[in-house]
């Protein structure tokens, strides 16, 4: 049984990062916009966090550091997209791509250092139960953050007027003007808030997760939280249930090369990415589900004076 919770405990450290940033592009979705530079908005706030944290000696203000960077990289996407009207596509692939080469650049000079990171929460008492103690009290203080941030996205979109205004813009963004609401103003924020929690999912790598810089470190999760929101048709618990089913399947590579299984080690990396391939192809064929589920307006460009 301890195994067992060791094994939950790891998937859900492994599917932690991917819960922020298919969070967050929910959101960005969900006002309909399509942000495709989530892989370069993780690298980003993944070298900028561990670069704070092992010059300051403090992780959390690492994590600090990596969502304002997150934020900052999807404000560059904001304004050629919905003030500039450049295509969403075009330039979030072209923000990944810039994403991933300024990562890398900036990032060096601390490759070969290794930092103190978030240490797992431990109860006196609590954590040393059988089963439970290690699943409810022995997790990284980041994935209980996630699991807060799920539930109040969750709250957000379907129990607040602001959410419901956040999804109205996305389906209707010409009724949502006409009524008065300020569309491009809450575009801006969602896409924001989307690169804030993009950021702080590269951040949980490099600061706690493995607390130390490689360069592309990621490892297309970024492209695999895109993937996620479409999987889940655009709802937040399957987003949830996504990421940790795509975070089982990574653990599972890893544990199968410990135990020594004759597969070569690249076709066992191979996994998550086929897995998403897979689940992707047999969600697109239910082509009502998609069309029921995806805003309206997602990808579309909206001006208030056209």
Same mark, same amino acid.
């Given at each position: 049984?301890?195994?067992?919770?060791?094994? /939950?405990?790891?998937?859900?450290? +492994?599917?932690?990062?991917?819960? *922020?940033?298919?969070?967050?592009?929910?959101?960005?979705?969900? @006002? =309909?916009?399509?942000?495709?530079?989530?892989?370069?908005?993780?690298?980003? &706030?993944?070298?900028? @966090? *561990?670069?704070?944290? $092992?010059?300051?000696?403090?992780?959390?203000?690492?994590?600090?550091?990596?969502?304002?960077? =997150?934020?900052?990289? @999807?404000?560059?996407? $904001?304004?050629?997209?919905?003030?500039?009207? !450049?295509?969403?596509?075009?330039?979030?692939? $072209?923000?990944?791509?810039?994403?991933? =080469?300024?990562?890398?650049?900036?990032?060096?000079?601390?490759?070969?250092?290794?930092?103190? =990171?978030?240490?797992?929460? &431990?109860?006196? #008492?609590? @954590?040393?139960?059988?089963?439970?103690?290690? /699943?409810?009290?022995?997790?990284?203080?980041?994935?209980?953050?996630?699991?807060?941030?799920?539930?109040?996205?969750?709250?957000?979109?379907?129990?607040?007027?602001?959410?419901?205004?956040?999804?109205?813009?996305?389906?209707?963004?010409?009724?949502?003007?006409?009524?008065?609401?300020?569309?491009?103003?809450?575009?801006?924020?969602?896409?924001?808030?989307? #690169? !804030?929690? !993009?950021?702080?999912?590269?951040?949980?790598? !490099?600061?706690?997760?493995?607390?130390?810089?490689?360069?592309?470190?990621?490892?297309?999760?970024?492209?695999?939280? /895109?993937?996620?929101?479409?999987?889940?048709?655009?709802?937040?618990?399957?987003?949830? +249930?996504?990421?940790?089913?795509?975070? #089982?399947?990574?653990?599972?590579?890893?544990?199968?090369?410990?135990?020594?299984?004759?597969?070569?080690?690249?076709?066992?990396?191979?996994?998550?990415?086929?897995?998403?391939?897979?689940?992707?192809?047999?969600?697109?064929?239910?082509?009502?589900?998609?069309?029921?589920?995806?805003?309206?307006?997602?990808?579309?460009?909206?001006?208030?004076?056209?």
């Amino acid at each position: 049984m301890d195994q067992v919770a060791e094994l /939950l405990v790891l998937t859900l450290a +492994a599917g932690t990062p991917l819960v *922020f940033a298919a969070l967050g592009e929910l959101v960005t979705e969900k @006002s =309909g916009v399509l942000n495709l530079g989530v892989e370069g908005m993780m690298l980003v &706030g993944a070298v900028t @966090s *561990f670069m704070v944290a $092992a010059t300051t000696g403090s992780p959390w203000l690492g994590v600090g550091a990596g969502m304002l960077a =997150g934020a900052a990289l @999807s404000l560059v996407f $904001a304004v050629l997209t919905l003030s500039l009207m !450049a295509n969403q596509v075009a330039t979030g692939l $072209a923000l990944s791509l810039f994403g991933i =080469g300024l990562s890398a650049f900036v990032g060096l000079g601390y490759v070969s250092i290794v930092i103190e =990171g978030i240490a797992p929460l &431990g109860v006196p #008492g609590l @954590s040393d139960l059988p089963l439970v103690g290690k /699943l409810l009290f022995g997790h990284n203080p980041l994935v209980y953050l996630s699991l807060a941030l799920f539930a109040a996205i969750r709250w957000f979109l379907y129990r607040t007027r602001p959410g419901l205004i956040l999804r109205a813009v996305g389906e209707n963004p010409q009724s949502a003007h006409a009524i008065g609401f300020p569309v491009v103003r809450i575009r801006y924020l969602a896409v924001m808030f989307g #690169g !804030a929690c !993009a950021g702080i999912g590269g951040a949980y790598l !490099a600061v706690a997760y493995t607390p130390l810089w490689t360069e592309g470190m990621t490892a297309g999760r970024g492209w695999i939280a /895109l993937a996620l929101v479409v999987f889940a048709t655009w709802r937040p618990w399957r987003v949830l +249930a996504g990421a940790y089913l795509f975070g #089982g399947v990574t653990l599972a590579t890893f544990q199968a090369q410990a135990l020594g299984v004759t597969v070569p080690s690249q076709l066992l990396a191979m996994l998550p990415y086929l897995a998403t391939i897979v689940v992707l192809a047999i969600i697109s064929r239910d082509a009502t589900a998609i069309r029921l589920n995806a805003p309206a307006s997602l990808g579309r460009p909206f001006h208030p004076g056209l």
